[in-house]
């Protein structure tokens, strides 16, 4: 077997490297269910006063959105329109492409109106 | 354009090969020279950009880009902004979780006079020893089948004093609860914790027939022994256990026996003292510091260094048993290798409020078998039920994010704190974290990684095995 540079040795490192395997189903870093970031779930559809505010790591703690997060927050059942193209009915696969913004953001397009 | 930094992580280097140790996850990574030079760098320098990370790569663009990403998605890297995960969301202050063991205090008397003993000395008369009566200890176990949920397997731990002194409570509980497993669909496992004195023919068959876990409370031979746990009356007590504990081993037991030996003042002579023990015929014995307010015994810096000093011996040793494909029982450092190696993060210290409680003779909810009778930190009663309000309180309270002063320890995830009531004692309040013993508990976890790297790199396969003695993965025939 060819030597790998990084080899999970305890069964927790095994769970990251298996949802290493899984990256390209993944969303944004953050955003899974299980990813513990610090960061609030939220939306301004629900009123989360200041939850955009505060990029530092300090309290209130984890109470800002990164621009990586706050792409897919604005997508889906979301609607913030200016910033995302809707892809509930228009153009459901707008972000096929990309699949993790933080690695695939250049893929992203234009959504030309016709 | 989002720029990542190394994720707070410890490198070991162990006989040759570099292991990645993740706080946050403990997680441990193999990695080879060049991705050590990698890491090693990241720790020093400030968050690069993806770009400038692939430039610090060697191999081709794809073999980068999968490393990078498998580094990212580990957790290895992240994002520049990424905050320790300290304030969990998955937070069970709120949750209703299963109650899963329940230890019942069936006594509070006991027949020996330990001297450290944190019940207070037992000789002296405090008050009247109270014992659970048979109505309180079968709903005990109601509370207990009411509580878990559908969990498959629940334990009754019995607990005290010594519990053997109400061993007609015990005998009638284990047939109740089994009854009670039976028409739900559940197992239940016991267990008891004994200071060896009343280990009856009668009582070691009723251990084999319903196959309790047998912990024994005892300091090792005869000299250490009848010093520290004497009978009340200041009596030996060595040569009155001896012969009901080589009964009770004479016969291979379904859960094999463990020795439990309170360490204080003379920390060197452990190594003996566990040979003794195995010799006995336990399969495993355990150590650990006294927990006393009292400085005479407590172990002070240079016992505590004496101590680490000889659980590094006898690592060395269990290492040499394990080249031969052998067992060596010592429980402080088997317990620390399967930690490791299930790599579980913890966010509290212990089960005690979350899945496990204890109950005192009277019905009262406890933290654990330790804190029963702490009536500032009784949590309701098996009749009433739990005290909802206050157990939220206490987790809240308890969790390791709370603790700020572990906030950059690189063992918070595996120690949370440590022992409550040991906190209690020594500290003030069973949510401080234990500030007394940081240090050792990080020397003794790093001279851990250290056995765990070397096994890792040799034998893999026996740490599985030491990790299903334990009970996780699947169920096997013991090592034993």
Redesign the interface.
């Known amino acids: 077997m060819e ?11 095994r ?3 298996k ?2 395997g899984q ?1 390209e189903e ?1 969303d944004v ?2 955003l899974g269910e299980d990813v ?3 960061m609030p779930i939220g939306c301004t559809t629900i009123f989360d006063t200041g939850w955009e505010t505060n ?1 530092r ?1 300090e309290t209130p ?2 109470n ?1 959105v ?3 997060r706050d792409w897919t927050s604005c997508s889906g059942p979301c609607w913030w329109p200016a910033q995302t193209p809707d892809n509930i009915t228009n153009h459901p696969d707008f972000q096929n492409q990309c699949r993790a913004i ?2 695939d953001w250049r893929n992203l397009n234009f959504v030309i109106k016709k | 354009m989002p720029r990542y930094k190394l994720t707070d992580a410890r490198i070991f280097p162990v006989d040759g090969h570099a292991y990645l140790f993740l706080t946050e996850e403990n997680a441990i990574f193999e990695m080879d020279a060049e991705l050590e030079a990698f890491v090693r760098e990241a720790q020093a320098r400030a968050p690069l950009p993806w770009d400038g990370l692939l430039a610090r790569l060697q191999g081709d663009a794809a073999q980068k880009r999968d490393l990078l990403d498998l580094l990212l998605r580990g957790r290895i890297l992240v994002p520049e902004q990424a905050v320790s995960s300290g304030a969990a969301f998955r937070d069970a202050a709120e949750i209703d979780l299963p109650l899963q063991t329940l230890v019942l205090h069936v006594t509070e008397a006991c027949n020996l006079g330990c001297l450290y003993c944190y019940h207070g000395p037992c000789g002296q008369p405090a008050g009247p020893k109270r014992s659970m009566r048979l109505p309180v200890a079968r709903k005990a176990v109601d509370f207990l089948f009411a509580h878990c949920a559908d969990l498959p397997e629940v334990v009754v731990v019995f607990f005290g004093g010594e519990p053997f002194l109400n061993f007609g409570v015990i005998r009638d509980v284990v047939g109740y609860a089994r009854e009670k497993a039976a028409a739900k669909g559940q197992r239940v496992q016991f267990a008891v914790t004994t200071n060896g004195t009343l280990l009856t023919p009668e009582i070691i068959d009723f251990i084999h027939a319903n196959q309790l876990g047998v912990t024994v409370s005892l300091d090792g031979f005869e000299r250490i022994q009848d010093r520290y746990r004497p009978f009340p009356d200041g009596g030996p007590s060595y040569r009155v256990i001896l012969p009901g504990v080589r009964r009770l081993l004479a016969q291979p037991l379904a859960k094999p026996a463990v020795a439990r030996v309170t360490v204080c003042r003379d920390p060197s002579a452990v190594p003996q003292i566990l040979d003794h023990l195995l010799a006995l015929g336990f399969a495993e014995a355990g150590f650990a510091p006294v927990t006393s307010p009292d400085p005479e015994y407590q172990l002070d810096a240079d016992g505590m260094q004496a101590l680490l000093e000889t659980f590094r011996l006898l690592a060395e040793k269990f290492l040499e048993f394990a080249r031969r494909d052998e067992f060596f029982g010592f429980t402080n450092l088997v317990d620390l290798l399967v930690t490791l190696h299930e790599g579980e993060v913890k966010n509290y210290p212990c089960g005690a409020g979350l899945g496990l409680f204890a109950v005192a003779p009277d019905g009262r909810l406890f933290l654990c078998q330790r804190l029963t009778g702490e009536a500032s930190l009784a949590m309701g009663d098996i009749h009433r039920g739990f005290d909802r309000p206050r157990i939220a309180a206490f987790r809240k309270k308890a969790r390791l994010s709370e603790k700020t002063a572990c906030g950059t320890c690189w063992v918070r995830k595996i120690c949370a704190g440590g022992c409550y009531h040991e906190a209690l004692v020594r500290e003030g309040g069973v949510q401080q974290p234990n500030l007394h013993y940081c240090e050792w508990i990080q020397r003794w976890i790093e001279t851990g990684i250290q056995v765990y790297g070397r096994l890792a790199s040799s034998q893999p396969e026996y740490l599985d095995k030491l990790s299903l003695l334990r009970g996780h993965g699947a169920p096997v025939q013991p090592l034993l």
Not at chain 1, 3 to 13: F, H, I, Q, T
């Open positions: 030597k790998k540079k990084l080899n999970a040795v305890n069964k927790r490192a769970e990251l490297e949802r290493a990256a993944a870093f953050g513990m970031t610090g990029p790591p703690m984890g800002c990164s621009s990586a933080e690695r």
